[in-house]
């Protein structure tokens, strides 16, 4: 009951409750797909967004047995191609555990982590305090409410095989699997700043060389700020609220890309402070 009530508290039960979702045994055969690492068919008959995190919020039960508790939010489909291809119109957010803030840069994985294992460029922020429920559009002042912002490799893990819509990307909790952290930064309360969150660039590139993707810090609704505003607002209609200490994952500054065993994937961050700065992660 305590672990429910925990969930209702990130993902707006009552909402799921009155939606037409995958039923248990559909979703247990999902959480053991992901912790085998295996690939798990699209759900079929659901037609709304309702249903997919109704789906969402029986998976994330799921899987804090196996991958630890909820520690914030990531937020998913921040540009407007991407958008398209699921069939919305606006960002979704998922639920992050512990797994997605376990791994520091440096570390070492599998290349095959999960069971459709990918790799984007992201960036995290922490929240300081709960005032920044009151912030809105305001970007300098959700940044007073920010203790840091953290270079950030996310690793997905797409599970369904086939194309998917919105409602089933939403049922994987927006893939959300794996994250590796680069070194905290402080957050400075300064229009400077904001203004270097939205200029910087943001490059992937692996061990030989190859540039993997690159993109501004507008890459993301504008600026990564606005994602953490779209947050707020999208929690508010769930009657739901930030709370301090909890990571959001806020971007991905590249595509979702594949993984080759035996590689170094690096994320730099150019223009945010005075050197650039990174975060890193090897394939066996």
């Known amino acids: 009951m305590r672990r429910m009530l925990l969930l209702a508290s990130l993902i707006a039960l009552p909402l799921a409750a009155q939606a037409e979702c995958p039923d248990e045994a559909a979703i247990e055969r999902l959480a053991e797909a992901l912790q085998d690492n295996q690939p798990s068919p699209a759900f079929t008959g659901m037609t709304s967004l309702a249903d997919g995190f109704c789906a969402q919020a029986r998976l994330v039960e799921?899987?804090?047995?196996?991958?630890?508790?909820?520690?914030?939010?990531?937020?998913?489909?921040?540009?407007?191609?991407?958008?398209?291809?699921?069939?919305?119109?606006?960002?979704?957010?998922?639920?992050?555990?512990?797994?997605?803030?376990?791994?520091?840069?440096?570390?070492?994985?599998?290349?095959?982590?999960?069971?459709?294992?990918?790799?984007?460029?992201?960036?995290?922020?922490?929240?300081?305090?709960?005032?920044?429920?009151?912030?809105?559009?305001?970007?300098?002042?959700?940044?007073?409410?920010?203790?840091v912002v953290i270079p950030y490799i996310e690793l997905p893990d797409l599970v369904l095989s086939g194309g998917f819509d919105g409602p089933n990307l939403l049922a994987i909790n927006v893939g959300a699997r794996l994250g590796v952290l680069g070194t905290p930064i402080p957050a400075e309360a300064t229009q400077d700043f904001v203004d270097r969150l939205g200029s910087m660039t943001v490059t992937m590139v692996d061990d030989r060389g190859q540039v993997r993707a690159t993109a501004p810090g507008t890459a993301a609704l504008g600026h990564p700020l606005d994602v953490v505003a779209f947050l707020i607002e999208d929690l508010a209609r769930a009657g739901l609220k930030l709370e301090a200490g909890q990571y959001l994952s806020v971007a991905g500054y590249s595509p979702t890309l594949p993984l080759e065993a035996g590689r170094t994937y690096t994320v730099r961050y150019d223009g945010l402070v005075a050197q650039p700065v990174s975060v890193s992660v090897r394939t066996r």
């Open 62 to 147: 799921e899987l804090q047995r196996a991958w630890g508790r909820p520690v914030g939010y990531k937020v998913g489909l921040t540009s407007a191609p991407v958008q398209q291809r699921f069939g919305v119109n606006h960002p979704v957010r998922g639920v992050l555990l512990e797994s997605s803030v376990s791994l520091r840069s440096g570390a070492e994985i599998p290349a095959r982590f999960g069971a459709v294992p990918v790799i984007e460029s992201d960036f995290l922020v922490r929240v300081r305090d709960d005032g920044i429920n009151q912030a809105g559009h305001d970007r300098l002042e959700i940044l007073r409410h920010l203790d």
